[in-house]
């Protein structure tokens, strides 16, 4: 009733008895408004209560077809699900980098061809090696001279026919000429050279042209061929070739931080990818201290025995992690827990009337076909596991 009403309905009352009647009229009117009003606000409370939730009773014959499950403590392993990549294991990969300068000749490997520790892997034309094979012959034949006269002078010494310091200084020349031949072969190992070039130098045979090779360092796969023919390497700077032995690889998954507390160096995993639906068996060998500025995430490394190839580098793969510490919760099967028009879990729990209510729960993470559920329910609830739906829908009704 506003003032405008009650200003007419004074005024009406202030009139002669002839205005009477059109003041009772306006009474009317306003009670009839206020009646209305009432009303419409019982409607609105009985609608609200109509939509607060109430215990489902159900008939004999009805609760046969409803199973429930009996809350208890349990200890469990938790399993923590997440996604990861394939990376190479870097124990077991490197990158090849030009050991000497020059143009590329030839080519001997492709991607995906396997090799063995020193197989040939690029010819180059490369003047560091002239030079390291000339180095050689030099101070193997400088060696020779130098001891052969550090001999001489001493069996001279042992007959007097020159000094002790003349003998000592020809036994310190030979001793610093084999030095440098030592160090002038070791620069051909690092340059890969044969083995057999090296020994035919040594016996001073005469070889042929020889030219620079790139040689792999472990056993593997070639997977990675950055160079080709004709182009310019510069030693110690030009990366080559990539090779890794794909036996084992890496699987670097994203542990999010409230999953820390339940992933530990030495933990079982379980890979699985979108090519094959078995799981390929993995372990945690390592937990990163860091977090990742752009994920937010911690990378759990594990590895994996990589026998069939199946894992490739950069594959986005699904990662298992099994928990070898116990954990100790309530645990509710996943056909338990429902869902309400706010998407928020609930589960119906048995009454001792018979009847099943309504119970908003708080879910956890997954433990196989299970939920923890950190609070709602108690020990000793009887929850409804199979026929939850049917519930709901007598609820509704």
Not at 17 to 35: E, K, M, N, P, Q
Not at 192 to 210: F, L, M, S, W
Request: one cysteine or more.
């Amino acid at each position: 009733m506003n003032i405008n009403s009650l200003s007419g309905l004074v005024g009406a009352l202030g009139r002669p008895l002839a205005s009477y009647r059109y003041a009772s009229t306006v009474i009317a009117l306003l009670i009839g408004a206020l009646c209305a009003g009432c009303s419409s606000s019982n409607e609105g409370n009985t609608q609200a209560a109509s939509t607060t939730p109430v215990n489902v009773t159900l008939t004999a014959t009805q609760r046969q077809h409803i199973k429930l499950y009996t809350v208890a403590v349990a200890q469990f392993d938790r399993t923590v699900d997440t996604t990861g990549v394939v990376d190479f294991d870097n124990d077991q990969s490197t990158s090849v980098m030009a050991p000497i300068s020059g143009p590329v000749s030839r080519l001997v490997v492709s991607p995906g061809d396997k090799v063995k520790k020193g197989d040939p892997l690029a010819y180059v034309d490369s003047p560091d090696f002239a030079t390291a094979v000339s180095t050689y012959r030099k101070a193997l034949v400088t060696a020779h001279t130098a001891r052969r006269l550090a001999d001489l002078d001493k069996d001279l010494l042992q007959h007097q026919g020159v000094a002790q310091k003349e003998a000592d200084q020809a036994e310190t020349d030979a001793a610093s000429a084999e030095a440098d031949a030592y160090a002038a072969r070791q620069g051909l190992v690092s340059l890969n050279v044969d083995p057999q070039t090296i020994k035919d130098i040594e016996q001073g045979r005469p070889i042929a042209h020889i030219q620079g090779v790139i040689r792999s360092p472990i056993a593997g796969t070639v997977v990675e061929k950055l160079i080709s023919p004709g182009q310019l390497l510069q030693a110690g700077t030009t990366a080559c070739f990539t090779i890794a032995d794909l036996s084992r690889v890496w699987v670097m998954a994203q542990v999010a931080d409230s999953d820390l507390s339940s992933v530990h160096v030495g933990d079982s995993a379980d890979v699985l990818t979108s090519v094959d639906a078995k799981p390929i068996k993995g372990k945690v060998d390592n937990v990163a201290e860091l977090v990742d500025p752009d994920t937010r995430m911690v990378a759990a490394r594990v590895v994996v025995t990589n026998t069939s190839g199946l894992l490739r580098k950069q594959m986005y793969v699904s990662v298992r992690i099994h928990s070898l510490h116990p954990e100790t919760g309530m645990l509710v099967p996943v056909s338990s827990i429902l869902r309400d028009d706010e998407n928020l879990p609930f589960v119906y729990v048995s009454q001792a009337d018979g009847s099943f209510a309504r119970r908003s729960v708080t879910q956890g993470y997954r433990v196989g076909d299970t939920f923890q559920i950190p609070s709602g329910l108690r020990a000793g609830d009887q929850v409804v596991v199979d026929g939850g739906i049917f519930v709901q829908f007598m609820q509704s009704q």
